[in-house]
């Protein structure tokens, strides 16, 4: 019975994978989908035995190898010619009908040339159990543990008669919006930022730890064909739509309209060709180009091969768009965390159809790997087609007495002493009173889960510094309704909401007031294990590294990310003049003697509800909230995707619950 139910939630959930992240048309809620994966995760759990090679489980990720096997592919992946012009176009078309002797117009399949991470998907019995890269064209690295992690990959083909083997090539990508949230997330970590959605890609499926692909935003699109063994395909076309059906992303439409299509011709081909470059913009993924295959297989046959690369297949590339200018000055901007970012200073340039004016430099190891310096000619472009970016320097046009340009030791904006972690690559201002970083501070201090001023927005909040009426954290308990009266659309029903809403926040608790400090690394709910712990602000303010690891929430890189604020003492003095402008601390809502009183609890993944409904559910019933894993957890709350911590909640043996498994603990 187990065997049977396990194999019927693998199917389903699969198939709801497929609707939800490939087709973007899911039949069940995220709540229905999350049910099914628990039970799925419980029965493998209790059955160690089952088959697990196909199990959505393991998307979630896990191993860490010391190196990649080598594999070699079936049939080598071959390079395509290039062409850049529609001249070029017109002549490859032209030796193809040469080859087939025929003066009449071939029909070919075209579609985009993705600027992603080659790779070859090996389905056998409608399985997959090989992910090869390219490599060198004939050997490549089977890095299937991380491919697995990419939720639009069926580990399993939609087919209930699958042929006895299946190579499907095609390519990893990373989307643009999410190549942007990448590198900001590797920012505020200090870690070096990625380049481009490429190098972004292919770093992720490089990566010995699966974890890391895990939690990075790969898609895959496929388009081509290695060894097939047990089914026959009469054109590109034909494959490309049963890949489809079969359950592999291929790419589709834009605004309505193929992007895959059948051209009859060179003259239709150029057409698309043009087509694709108007619009190469507004793709949610990176192309370079187009590829143009005659369409069928009979012909391809006939046509073969010449060097490496196929007759048949010609990639119609679109010219480089780079432009060339002189830096003029490299400024260093200051970002919302405190980050340093040279920014090169250009002689305007159009790139792409945009005029571009800065490029950032990223940071000082950037800056020396390209040895970019104030007066240097150089080569620019739009990686990913958002971001300009210095690609290159023409050193031969470098002025003579030019100087390798090095980051402040304090900040440009401020003036404060910066710091650069040895473990990061990113150089910090630490001051939360810098100009530059104050007013993103204020935002978050008056956020709804810190001391909710909630007549406050984003755009007063700015105002208000501007007018230089709120230079700190404890100026907002200062404002007078003059001060609001002062600033521009301000009325008198106005400024009687803002004050009254200051005045409110000052009943808050003492986790709120910690959360709202912005220390680095300090969330909501660690902010929570602190005032659990420490009980006061006084106490608090006067914690060291030790009390600090005691606590089972916090690990080193936490505590020391706390004592180093805590060594500051004008922040002290801010954080205790709180208290002196009228700010009370009100007990926490959890419930002495509740159902879940001496239990700690995480959520993780998504649940039928929003986080902070489940939060606010276990603290009022006496629960304590974590935000990690470990051994002294008594639950892992978990909903749909819950990822790396439900494995190691597994590994320790902590008690793991949905969503109604929580509510009947507290219902009991």
């Not at 187990?2 to 899911?26: A, F, M």
């Not at 630490?430 to 201090?445: D, M, R, T, W, Y």
């Not at 007031?513 to 712990?533: C, M, N, P, W, Y």
């Not at 003697?593 to 993944?605: I, Q």
Request: hydrophobic share 40%; glycine share 6%; aromatic share 6%.
């Amino acid at each position: 019975m187990s065997k049977k139910r396990h194999e019927e939630l693998k199917k389903l959930i699969s198939h709801h994978n497929h609707l939800y992240h490939s087709l973007d048309r899911p039949e069940i809620s995220d709540y229905e989908f999350d049910q099914l994966f628990q039970e799925l995760l419980k029965l493998e759990a209790e059955n160690p035995d089952l088959e697990r090679a196909d199990s959505p489980s393991r998307r979630v990720g896990g191993e860490v190898l010391d190196s990649f096997q080598k594999m070699n592919h079936r049939k080598p992946m071959l390079s395509l010619s290039n062409t850049y012009s529609p001249d070029e176009i017109r002549e490859f078309d032209e030796r193809v009908r040469k080859f087939l002797r025929t003066e009449k117009p071939v029909e070919y399949f075209c579609e985009p040339k993705f600027d992603g991470l080659a790779l070859e998907l090996v389905y056998e019995q409608g399985r997959l159990t090989h992910a090869i890269t390219r490599g060198d064209g004939t050997t490549g690295e089977d890095v299937l543990s991380n491919v697995i992690t990419i939720p639009t990959i069926p580990l399993v083909l939609h087919n209930p008669k699958p042929p006895k083997l299946l190579e499907v090539r095609g390519e990893v990508l990373i989307f643009k919006k999410d190549f942007l949230a990448i590198n900001e997330a590797q920012q505020e970590a200090g870690a070096q930022t990625f380049a481009n959605p490429r190098n972004a890609a292919a770093g992720s499926v490089r990566q010995l730890d699966s974890k890391i692909a895990a939690s990075r935003p790969l898609r895959f699109l496929a388009y081509a064909l290695g060894e097939v063994d047990g089914v026959e395909f009469k054109s590109q076309e034909e494959a490309e739509e049963t890949l489809y059906q079969w359950g592999l992303p291929v790419a589709r439409e834009h605004k309505k309209k193929q992007l895959r299509q059948i051209r009859t011709g060179a003259d239709e081909i150029v057409e698309y060709y043009h087509w694709i470059e108007s619009v190469r913009h507004e793709l949610p993924f990176d192309i370079d180009g187009v590829v143009i295959k005659v369409n069928s297989f009979r012909l391809q046959d006939d046509l073969g091969l010449v060097a490496r690369s196929p007759r048949w297949a010609a990639a119609a590339k679109y010219a480089p768009e780079q432009g060339e200018t002189v830096i003029e000055a490299i400024q260093v901007q200051v970002g919302r965390t405190g980050a340093l970012t040279p920014v090169a200073i250009m002689r305007p340039v159009k790139v792409g159809g945009v005029t571009i004016t800065n490029a950032t430099l990223h940071n000082q190891e950037e800056i020396d790997r390209k040895d970019v310096r104030v007066g240097d000619t150089v080569v620019i472009q739009r990686a990913g087609d958002v971001i300009p970016e210095v690609v290159r320097v023409v050193t031969e046009k470098r002025p003579a007495k030019s100087k390798p340009f090095h980051m402040p030791e304090n900040c440009p904006v401020c003036g404060e002493k910066t710091e650069k972690p040895e473990e990061e690559v990113v150089t910090r201002c630490v001051n939360p009173f810098c100009p530059a970083i104050l007013k993103e501070s204020l935002k978050h201090f008056a956020a709804r889960r810190a001391m909710n001023i909630d007549k406050v927005g984003d755009k007063i909040i700015e105002a208000f510094v501007d007018a230089g009426l709120i230079k700190s954290f404890s100026d907002f308990y200062r404002l007078k309704k003059s001060d609001v009266l002062e600033l521009e659309r301000q009325g008198e029903k106005s400024a009687d909401n803002i004050i009254a809403s200051i005045e409110k926040s000052k009943k808050t608790t003492l986790a709120r007031l910690i959360f709202a400090l912005g220390i680095r690394f300090v969330g909501e709910q660690t902010a929570k294990s602190l005032a659990d712990h420490f009980g006061s602000l006084e106490k608090f303010l006067s914690a060291s590294d030790e009390d600090l690891v005691s606590i089972p929430d916090i690990g080193p890189k936490v505590a020391s990310s706390i004592t180093h604020w805590l060594a500051q003492k004008r922040l002290v003095k801010e954080a205790r003049a709180l208290l002196d402008l009228g700010v009370q601390f009100e007990k926490p809502k959890r419930a002495e003697g509740g159902k879940l009183s001496g239990l700690s609890f995480v959520v993780t993944g998504t649940l039928p509800v929003k986080r902070d409904e489940a939060h606010d559910l276990i603290e009022a019933h006496g629960g304590k909230l974590l935000s990690s894993v470990s051994s002294k957890l008594n639950y892992l709350v978990v909903g749909e995707e819950a990822g790396s911590k439900l494995e190691k909640a597994e590994k320790l043996g902590v008690k793991i619950l949905d969503w109604d498994g929580l509510k009947a603990l507290i219902e009991t």
